[in-house]
Structure formats: C-alpha cells, structure tokens
C-alpha cells in the first residue's frame, strides 16, 4: 500500500537517499534499521510530504502523493524523533490535536488520558505542559498523540530511544498490539535489536542511500548479507565504516 | 574589472528575489485569511498577546512623546510668537505621525521578534511538520492569526496612544507651560479633524500588518538552530521597522500631498 520507487534526495552535495526502494504491505509492521545519518527520518519525511524528494515516485494504494494536497495525511499519525510537541498547549491538547478539530471533539480529553495511560502516563500528566516532562515522557507523549485519533498508517521515529528498559517493553508491546489488533500498518525506525524482534513483521536496511537489504524478521539471524551481520552484531569491523 | 558588477548585479538579484518571497507569502497569507477553517482562539490569543499587552509600552511612548512635543513646539514657536498652536499642533502631530510611527516601531520590537522566535523555535524543533501531519496548515494556524490580530489591533493601539499622547502634551502644557486648561483643551479639539486621525488608524492597521507578516515570515524561514532562531528574529524586527518608515511616507504622501 506504500510503495517507494527509485527515491532520490539530496541537501545541496549532501545526497542522502540514492534510489530507495521498498514496499509495505496493509497492515504489517515494517521496522527500518541503518547507521546514524543514512536517511531513515528523511525517509519517513519524504512519505508524509514534509520534504519533497528529488526524483522517483511514492505511491500510496497505487497513487503517487509526491507534490499532491497533503489530504491523505488525515490517515497518518507520526511520532517524531524529537517529540515535535507543541510547547505552547498542556499535554492532553497536544495528544487530542486532531481530535479537538474533528466531530469527536466532545471525547477529545477522555480519549486523550486513555491513550496517555496506553503509553504508561498518569492522568496527572495531561495538565502540564511539554517542557515541564522528562525527555522519556516527551517522547511518549509524543507517542500518543500519533495514535490518539487511531489512523491507519502511523510512523514511528525511534519510539524506544531515551526510555528505561521496562517502559521500552511497555511501548513495543503497544506498537505490536496496534498492528496485530487494529490492523493498521506502521514503519518504526529504531536501532535498539530488541525492539527491532519485538516490533517487525519485516526488516529494511538503509545504507549508503538505498535499501541495502529487505526481508522477513525470521531472516534476519540467518542471512549472509554482511551489512546485516555487522549492524545486528554491534560489530566494528565490516563493510559498515564507523566515521561517516 | 566586472567583478564590483557582478556582485553589486548578485545583491541587487537576492534582494529582489527576497521582496518577490516576502510578497507572494503575503498573499498567501491573505488568500489563507478568506478561506475556512478560521481558528478563532488563536486569533483572541494573538489578539491578546499583540494588542493587550502592548498597551503598557504603547502608553508610556506616547505620554513622554506628548510632553516632550509640547516642549518643542512651544519654544520653536517662541520665536515666531506663535507659542498658542502647542494644543493644535500636538494634536495633528500626534494623531498623523508620532502616534501611528512610534507606536508602530514600539510594538514591532515587541511583537515582531516574540512572533519570529515562537515560530522560529516550532521550526527548528520540528513542530510546524508536526502541525502539517496532523492536518493542519501552519499558514493558517500560525499565521493567519497572528497577522489578523495585529492589523486589527494596532490601529486600537494607535487611538489609545494618540489620545495618551495629546494627554501627555496637556500635562505639560498646563502644568509646565502655563496654558489654561479649557482652553487647551478647545484649541486641540477645534482644528483636528476626521481624517487626521482615522488616515493614524490606517497606518496603525497597515502597521500592524506588517508587523505580525515580518514575524511570521523569518520566522517560517528560520535557519536551523538557536543560531538560526536569533537570526530571523533580528531580521524580523529590522526589516518589520525599515518598512513601518517606508510604508509610513509611502502613506502620507498618498494621503496628504494633495
Ligand atoms: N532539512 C535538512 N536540511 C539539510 N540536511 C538535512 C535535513 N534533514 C536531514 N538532513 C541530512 O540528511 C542526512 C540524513 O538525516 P536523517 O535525519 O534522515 O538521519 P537518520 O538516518 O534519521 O539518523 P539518526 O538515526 O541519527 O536519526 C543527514 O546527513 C542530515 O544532515
Ligand atoms: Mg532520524
């Protein structure tokens, strides 16, 4: 139902996608792994139409969106990788944003503390105000208000980084439970393995400006591809050079 | 030997080009205005922060402005014996040009710069393309607003300093120039008329406009960065108050030279 075809985009010399392929199916969980840098938030950046890539196509249900009103974007919801939270309302506004411009805006502050709750947040949370929360709790924020009005394709950037280790079980379990239960079909970006095997029904590997390998969870311990093996084992030696 | 051309023929293309992006995002900003959704508390917060309290700065420019024209005037007259057109020049200068100008650069430095590095800052920290995925156009969620409440609010600024103003001339010319109170007050209301004062108010709503547009318009462009957010913050303020004076003799020679 996504479809990327041939991406190119580059900042001025900086040419930071070089023919991305990939394609995600209705409702699976595609996670996106790859070194610090390589173009996976532009990636997600690209799809959503907040930059507009240089060349190649991106086809949502068989429709290219490059440079088209940004109207699909009513089916999306994203997590940012830095939060992106509006500083100027409380937390509960922030998660029910676009519940507060919709029909449902009566439920908007009910639906906002369950979903707050979802991501393991206190309704006491709800009346403050972004600055006033740890950088975990931003990101979770975060995290609910792209799920707050239950969209069918939702993008997660790095949704597990700055959290402890239970919280980030407590936030995979969400995001798998969101794909499992409701269908909808997500792409998390994420350097953390565990998450990686909790979260992915399908793993794609960004290097060097394309897709350097893209296959079922299941394959990943098993495939020869050297990439791979050195990014999945954290190991220094490889094709992967450590200074980029 | 071209060289000196060349660049002079570069900046004078950049600064064109700058003028044609600033233009074209004004009338975006004017076609946003006429078509739904309208955000309605945004506007009465902008409202807010734009007109309300700015009227602490506004009043206190206007007062001393007042007193110290009323000083001018009465000893610049002096010397021509005409020492009793203080109440009626106070009041035309105030209400044409002093109140209008000064007012205006008063709430450009307050407004343009806070309005620049809000929305600079939701640039640099990605919440503009967090308005954008949720639906919302940052035209006219951030924009609109904004430029709508200053058009509409500094010309009330400019009656309110106007007034402030003619007061300030008042006290000193009651208190320190020894002008009958009546009197004072007869002769600033005897020669003033409408259009003294509204051709103020429409200066203060052009004014304003620009203002809010300069904030809105570094800010939107803001570099990436703290370094990026002062930036189009001083921008803002230098290019919101160059063209409060150029708009403002543009004004009057299409108002008054006839
Ligand atoms: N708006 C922009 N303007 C210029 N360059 C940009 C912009 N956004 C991203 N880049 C560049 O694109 C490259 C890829 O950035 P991106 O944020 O996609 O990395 P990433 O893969 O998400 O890395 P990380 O894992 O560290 O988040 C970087 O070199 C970055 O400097
Ligand atoms: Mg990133």
């Known amino acids: 139902m996504i479809e ?56 949502l249900d068989g429709t290219d969106i490059i440079g088209q009103p940004s109207d699909f974007l009513d089916r999306f919801g994203m997590l940012f990788q830095g939060g992106a939270l509006f500083d100027s309302l409380p937390v509960w506004q922030n998660v029910a944003f676009r519940l507060l411009r919709s029909p449902r805006k009566a439920e908007a502050r009910d639906i906002a503390i369950a979903k707050l709750r979802r991501v393991g947040l206190k309704p006491e949370v709800a009346d403050r105000y972004p600055a006033e929360l740890s950088g975990g709790m931003q990101k979770r924020v975060g995290l609910a208000r792209a799920i707050a009005a239950d969209p069918d394709i939702i993008f997660f950037d790095e949704p597990t980084t700055g959290l402890d280790p239970i919280m980030a079980v407590v936030i ?64 220094a030696e490889g094709p992967i050079e450590a200074i980029r | 030997m071209l060289a000196p051309l060349a660049a002079l023929g570069r900046g004078t293309l950049a600064a064109l080009a700058g003028l044609g992006h600033v233009v074209l995002f004004a009338l975006s900003t004017i076609q946003h205005m006429l078509t739904p959704p309208f955000y309605a508390k945004e506007l009465a917060q902008a409202s807010l922060m734009i007109g309300y309290f700015s009227l602490p700065v506004v009043g206190l420019t206007a007062l001393f402005t007042g007193g110290a024209l ?37 709430v450009a430095a307050r407004v343009a710069s806070s309005i620049a590095a809000e929305i600079g800052t939701m640039k640099v920290t990605e919440q503009i393309d967090a308005l954008v995925t949720l639906s919302t156009h940052p ?74 547009l300069m904030g809105c318009y570094y800010g939107m462009n803001s570099g990436r960065g703290a370094q990026g957010v002062g930036a189009a913050t001083k921008s803002a303020v230098v290019a919101a108050s160059v063209l409060i004076l150029a708009s403002n003799y543009v004004l009057t020679e299409v108002f008054f030279a006839a």
């Not at chain 1, 023919?19 to 409702?27: P, Y």
């Not at chain 2, 009323?70 to 035309?92: C, W």
């Open chain 2, 139 to 212: 035209m006219k969620y951030l924009t609109v607003p904004r430029v709508l409440a200053a058009t509409l609010t500094v010309p009330v600024l400019v009656a309110v300093g106007d007034s402030i103003g003619i007061f300030g001339g008042y006290l000193v010319g009651t208190g320190r120039l020894g002008f009958n109170s009546a009197a004072y007050l007869t002769n600033t209301m005897q020669f003033l008329e409408f259009w003294d004062i509204a051709s103020g108010l429409v200066k203060g709503a052009v004014f304003g406009f620009l203002i809010a």
């Open chain 1, 172 to 235: 995979n379990d969400l995001i798998r439970e969101i794909v499992t239960e409701i269908g909808a079909t997500t792409i998390t970006i994420t350097h953390d393995m565990s998450s990686v095997r909790a979260i992915a029904d399908r793993v794609a590997m960004l290097h060097a400006g394309r897709i350097q390998w893209e296959g079922p969870i299941g394959d990943l311990d098993t495939t020869e591809d050297a990439y791979i093996r050195q990014f999945v084992g954290g190991l």
């Open chain 2, 70 to 106: 009323a000083l001018q005037i009465y000893s610049g007259g002096a010397r021509f014996n005409a020492e009793a057109v203080v109440p009626t020049i106070v009041a035309i200068g105030m209400v044409r040009e002093l109140g209008p100008v000064l007012g205006g650069l008063m």
């Open chain 1, 4 to 59: 990327l075809k041939d991406v190119h985009k580059a900042f001025g010399p900086n040419k930071v996608l070089a023919g991305v392929d990939l394609k995600v199916e209705r409702g699976t969980s595609t996670v996106i792994i790859g070194g610090s840098g390589t173009g996976k938030s532009v990636s997600l950046k690209c799809i959503l139409g907040l930059i507009r890539p240089d060349s190649g196509q991106i086809l």
